[in-house]
C-alpha cells in the first residue's frame, strides 16, 4: 500500500533562518505531488505542485520554493523566512492517470512551522 | 476562477443527530469533481466522500451522503447517526476535471462538534 511521510512534525525556527520540509511517497511511481499551506483557522492554499522530476509549478508568488530531486521526493524550501510563513504545511500525492482515480489526494500528517 | 463557500464556521449537535454542512462553488466548468475532507484534531486530512459531477446520483458512504444541485451549485454533507469521532473540521472542495496536475480548491471550513 502507498503511504506518505512528511517531517518534521513541528518546527520553529527563527525569522531569516533558511527552511526545508521534505516528504517522501512510498509504494507508488511517478506521483503528482503537492505543496499545501493552512493558515489559522483557514482552509488550504495549493502553493506548489510537480507532475515529474524537476517539474515544479508555482500556485502563488511567495518566499518559499520547491524541488522535487527524485521521483517521491517533494521539497520545501525557504532561504530566509518571514514571519508570514507561519502555518500548517501539508504535502500530499495523486496517482497521474486519471482512470485510476487519479482525483484523489492523499495528505501527509502535516509539519506546524512557526516563525518568531 | 473557482471559489468554493462554507457560510457555516461553527455548528454543534449531540451524539446520534444528524447534521448537514453547507457548500456552494461557483465554476464555468461542466466536467468536475466535489470532496468533502475531514481533518480532526490530529490535522490529518482524511477524505471522506466524492462526487463526480456528471453523475446526477448523490454519493453515500455509510453514514456520509451528499446532496448535489448542480444547477444550484451546491454540495451538502450529511451526516447520519453522528458520533463523537465526527468531531473535526469539515472542507469542502472543488477539482476540474482535466487530466493533469489535480488542483483541490478548498471551503474555509466548518468546525463540527458531536457532544455526548
Known amino acids: 500500500s502507498q503511504t506518505i511521510h512528511q517531517w518534521p512534525a513541528t518546527l520553529v525556527q527563527p525569522v531569516g533562518s533558511p527552511l526545508s520540509l521534505e516528504c517522501t511517497v512510498e509504494?507508488?511511481?511517478?506521483?503528482?505531488l503537492y505543496w499545501y499551506r493552512q493558515a489559522a483557522g483557514r482552509g488550504l492554499q495549493l502553493l506548489f505542485y510537480s507532475v515529474g522530476i524537476g517539474q515544479i509549478s508555482s500556485e502563488v508568488p511567495q518566499n518559499l520554493s520547491a524541488s522535487r530531486p527524485q521521483d517521491r521526493q517533494f521539497i520545501l524550501s525557504s532561504k530566509k523566512l518571514l514571519l508570514s510563513d507561519s502555518g500548517f504545511y501539508l504535502c500530499?500525492?495523486?496517482?497521474?492517470?486519471?482512470?485510476?482515480?487519479?482525483?484523489?489526494?492523499?495528505f501527509g500528517s502535516g509539519t506546524q512551522l512557526s516563525v518568531l | 476562477a473557482q471559489t468554493v463557500t462554507q457560510s457555516q464556521p461553527e455548528m454543534s449537535v449531540q451524539e446520534a443527530e444528524t447534521v448537514t454542512l453547507s457548500c456552494t462553488y461557483d465554476?464555468?466548468?461542466?466536467?468536475?469533481?466535489l470532496f468533502w475532507y475531514k481533518q480532526p484534531p490530529s490535522r490529518q486530512m482524511i477524505l471522506v466522500i466524492r462526487?463526480?459531477?456528471?453523475?446526477?446520483q448523490n454519493a453515500t458512504e455509510n453514514r456520509f451522503s451528499v446532496n448535489f444541485q448542480k444547477a444550484a451549485k451546491s454540495f451538502s454533507l450529511k451526516i447520519s447517526d453522528s458520533q463523537l469521532g465526527d468531531t473535526a473540521m469539515y472542507f469542502c472542495a472543488f477539482m476540474r476535471g482535466i487530466q493533469g496536475a489535480q488542483k483541490l480548491v478548498f471551503g474555509q471550513g466548518t468546525r463540527l462538534t458531536i457532544n455526548p
Open positions: 509504494g507508488t511511481s511517478n506521483p503528482n
Open positions: 465554476t464555468s466548468e461542466s466536467n468536475y469533481y
Open positions: 462526487q463526480e459531477a456528471y453523475k446526477q
Open positions: 500530499a500525492w495523486s496517482v497521474n492517470e486519471w482512470s485510476r482515480e487519479g482525483e484523489k489526494l492523499f
